[in-house]
Structures are given as C-alpha cells and as structure tokens.
C-alpha cells in the first residue's frame, strides 16, 4: 500500500449538512439581487461538475475555460441566429446556426486539451447558455445583437458561482486526518 491510501481522514461537518449550508449560502445571488439574480441552477450544475471532476480545487483548471468556451462559441450561435433572421425564420436561422456552430464546437475539440478534458462543462456550457438565454434569465437589453452576450455574460458568472461553491462546500467540511 501506498502512504497516500493508508492516510484516513474524516470530515468535521457530514457531506449531506455541507451540501445544505452551501445551498443556503448560495440563495442570496439568486433571490436578492433583483434584475442581477444569478441563475443559481446554472450554479448548482457546475457544482456538480466541481464533484464529478475530483471536488479539488485544481478541476476549476478545466472547468471555468471549458464551460466559459461552450457559453461564448454558443452565444456567437445566437447572435449568429439574430443576424440571420433578417433573411430567414427564425427556426431555420437557429438550426443553420446551431448546426454549424455545435459542430464546429465538437470538431475543435481535439485541438483544445483542456476541452477534451472538460468535454462535460464544455457541453453543459452549451446547454447552460441556450436555456439562459430562451429563458431570459439575464438582465434585460432591448438590443437583440447584444442580448446573446449579455445571456453568456450571465451564464459565465454563474458557472463561476458553482465553481466556487463546490469549493465552499469541501472546504467548510473541515476534513482533517486521523490517526
């Protein structure tokens, strides 16, 4: 055996009581904010990414760039889609643009580590954006041009939130060795 797996730790505050003071401390970036609330399930996702990918802080390496590409290359797709329905319907101009964007996203994976590495965020950044953005869940601009930045912009920060909320809620655990 090996040092590293003789080394017994235990946590001060249980998993299922850190996960709850985390949910908690979270609410006031989506409820008190007004018109900036957060979207926290946005938060909550990449929250779960902290845990999929190992719940240390070095998964943010490749959480935050892979999940932060996937909402900007698919914001690009919806200002795409708002610049294309000036000739086309709506509904075409979104599967034009969706289709060509999402491959060309799938394509550059293999030339981008850190995507390969952070395929989940990187596709969940995809995912997160379309639903911010169908939902409104940004600040509003009558702008339509500017309102897929705004969406990714928003998006971003609430990845970033659930990032840091997974590292919250290892860190108030207070896991500590014992002999």
Known sequence: MTAEAQVKT???????????IT?????????????YNLPLWVAFIVWAEY???GAKPSALR?????????????AFSMFLTVVLTK???????LAISLFVVVSAMVYIMRFFK????????????????????FTAQYPATANAYLQPWVAALWASLAGILGGLLGVF???IMFTHKVK
């Open 114 to 133: 850190v995507l390969g590495e952070g395929s989940l965020p990187y596709f969940n950044g995809i995912s997160m954006l379309l639903a911010v953005y």
């Open 62 to 74: 490749i959480i935050f760039p892979a999940f932060i590409a996937g909402v900007f290359i698919t």
């Open 169 to 171: 809620n290892i860190w």
């Open 10 to 20: 235990k946590d001060t505050i249980p998993l299922w009581l850190a996960v709850g």
């Open 51 to 53: 845990f999929v990918l």
């Open 23 to 35: 949910v908690v401390v979270s609410l006031p970036f989506g409820l008190l904010l007004g018109k």
């Open 87 to 93: 000739w086309l319907s709506l509904n075409l101009s």
